[in-house]
């Protein structure tokens, strides 16, 4: 089922600041994203989780983001209580993705149109998939664009929600959103002042560049 364009679900991604889930929420995200993924520079603890989103979580999805993770790592985040999706950036399999019973969101990196095919059949019960741009050096939040034109024969091919990310922010979100069409949008260093940092100023234009479409 794809939204209208005024149900864009739209995620900010890499909270590690008190506030900063609540300055997104009321200018209107859908969801809020915590990475647990050490490597990251915008890595948190699930110790921090109730002071990170506690005054959100009963209007927006909260992610938590893991990149091969241990399952006792999954499940200390999941015990918190404010986790209602979960997201696997790197090299899980489906198995292991929907054995937690929570639904799921799953990054693919994307190199070509033949590894998006591909990935369709492998994460079948996934909640929603989510593109990403291919780097060498990280598994996410590298701040940059992939062909868009693939994204765009993905959502037209797949019956699941598509999320788009990789290099999106406020200028060229509105262009991203016409030309793809996705079910949602995802954004983490496009809305920053420095990894980590969301900028208010720039969360606003981003997010009303996404739904002005």
């Not at 109730?50 to 983001?65: K, Y």
């Not at 929907?98 to 079948?124: C, D, G, H, T």
Request: include cysteine; proline fraction near 4%; hydrophobic fraction near 40%.
């Amino acid at each position: 089922m794809k939204p209208t364009l005024s149900q864009l679900w739209i995620k900010i991604c890499g909270i590690t600041r008190d506030g900063d889930a609540d300055v997104a929420a009321e200018l209107g995200a859908s969801a809020v994203g915590l990475v647990f993924y050490p490597g990251s520079p915008r890595a948190v603890m699930a110790s921090q989780v109730a002071s990170l989103i506690g005054n959100v979580c009963a209007r927006i999805d909260i992610v938590a983001l893991f990149a091969n993770p241990t399952r006792s790592e999954v499940e200390t985040v999941l015990e918190t209580g404010f986790v209602n999706l979960l997201q696997f950036h790197g090299d899980e399999t489906e198995d292991f993705c929907r054995s937690f019973k929570m639904p799921y969101l799953k990054a693919l990196r994307v190199k070509n149109f033949q590894f998006l095919a591909e990935s369709i059949n492998k994460y079948e019960t996934a909640a929603y998939l989510l593109l990403d741009s291919y780097s060498n050096r990280e598994l996410g939040g590298s701040g940059q664009i992939f062909d868009w034109g693939l994204g765009k024969s993905f959502v037209q091919k797949s019956d699941q929600r598509v999320i788009i990310a990789g290099g999106l922010k406020p200028e060229n979100v509105k262009d991203a959103v016409k030309q793809i069409d996705p079910f949602g949008i995802d954004v983490s260093s496009g809305v920053e002042s420095s990894p980590g940092v969301k900028n208010a100023m720039k969360l606003k234009r981003f997010i009303e560049g996404a739904r002005s479409v």
